[in-house]
């Protein structure tokens, strides 16, 4: 594994500092919530509403619960962490902005994806608790982002018309893919995490927005009550087939790819625009650190469907093929654990 730590020096806002900004309220809220130590040891997990939020994203998850208002025509890019969620910012800002720029001058060569969709808990919300958001797109609609769960969302959000696309990806994927990420963000000097304690932390939920299947079966749930309002996407079908996926998500978000457009391979440079091999080298993911203190080139790593069988042993298997299907059994909802599949489906 790569070790490189990263210096508290380039956090714009520690998790820590983040805390003594805490109100009376917010104070006394935090007395009555179980509390963890986060998988990056400056952090706190709280146990808010049934999901574990990072303690420096808590202020501005309930200041975005108090105050968003949704437009009917805003998109949310919506995913838990390490499921696809930069890919899938850079598509839909592509998708919904193309006729607003030549390909050449696409904003994602000089901005990161996550510059030019914010993430409510961790840009907006977490600079001011109550940002005006009215203009905050330059190319409207307005687009943003966030990791909080189905049931946490501000009831604007569900009663409006806005537009969710959501984004999971096979668990195993997803947990290397996260301690690998939060390895990264290790602070100096600090132990790293086994995979082994890792993994049963993982299994026990007990980590940053987890647990990972409520919040999968939340989303997934909700899509298929209202089909219109939210799309679930797989990481694994983008990687198998990117072209139909992104049709599917143009379509959805009502900005649908004309037969000229097709003609003109239009979906074909997108795709490739926000390929994993074309933004890793830009120099802006490759510089830069995120407001809530990743730099942006711990997001880009191996972007491979079936990565963990490089480090699962078969108890670890057994026992999380043993979750997915108590979790996921009755729901329909099925995950690709290699780029082999369907037969390795896994529900
Ligand atoms: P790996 O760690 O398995 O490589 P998120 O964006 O939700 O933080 O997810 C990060 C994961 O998505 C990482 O997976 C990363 O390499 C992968 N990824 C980032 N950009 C991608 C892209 N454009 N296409 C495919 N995968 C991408």
Redesign the pocket.
Known sequence: MDTTEISKDNIVSTPKDEEETWDEELQELVQTLPKERNWINADHLYFYQGFWCPSGALKAVISFQKHFQAHDTDIIVI?F???????LK?LTFSVVNRNQFAREENPLFRSGPHQLIRFFEYDLYLENPSPDLENSSLYPPRLFSTHVPYPSLPPSMKDSNSKIVYICRNPM?MF??LW??TDKLRVENSEPLSLDEAFELFCHGTFGCGPFFDHVLGYWKASQENPNKILFLQYENL?EDIISQLKKLAMFLGFPFSEEEEKHGVVEEIAET???AN?KELAVNKNGVHTFGFPHNT??????VG?WSNYFTPAMVERLEKLIQENFDKSGLTFKLSSQSPKDACA
């Open positions: 995913s962490p390490k499921c696809g969620t930069t890919w850079a994927d290397i893919s690998f990420f990687k926000c390929s994993f933004l997001l880009f790593r191996k972007a491979e990565d």
